[in-house]
Nanobody
């Protein structure tokens, strides 16, 4: 059974940082591209970043220069380091197994003073 469990969200002030984690199980993690998505209230879910099996990384324009996606295959975990956070980054953040309808439950990130 595929499971994706996100953690690390919280309340942070503008300009602050957070590191999200997504622990995966139930499939061959190292053989899969993984991604982070987010959904703000009233908005569609949008792609944020992804990392392939060679650890090449890809970012939405909104994340470039501020967010860093990484993976640790020994822990079957992906991370999203988020720096210089802005109020518009407020959303529920989800990880996804690429090309599969496998999602975590999400972790709330709120950027507010």
């Amino acid at each position: 059974q595929v499971q994706l469990v996100e953690s690390g969200g919280g309340l942070v002030q503008p300009g602050g940082s957070l590191r999200l984690s997504c622990a995966a199980s139930g499939f061959m993690f190292s053989a899969n591209t993984m991604g982070w998505f987010r959904q703000a209230p009233g908005e569609r879910r949008e792609w944020v970043a992804s990392i392939n099996t060679a650890s090449s990384t890809f970012y939405a324009d909104s994340a470039k220069g501020r967010f860093t996606i990484s993976r640790d295959n020994t822990k079957s975990t992906i991370y999203l380091q988020m720096n210089s956070l802005k109020p518009e980054d407020t959303a529920v953040y989800y990880c996804r197994r690429w090309n599969y309808d496998n999602w975590g439950q999400g972790t709330q990130v709120t950027v507010s003073s």
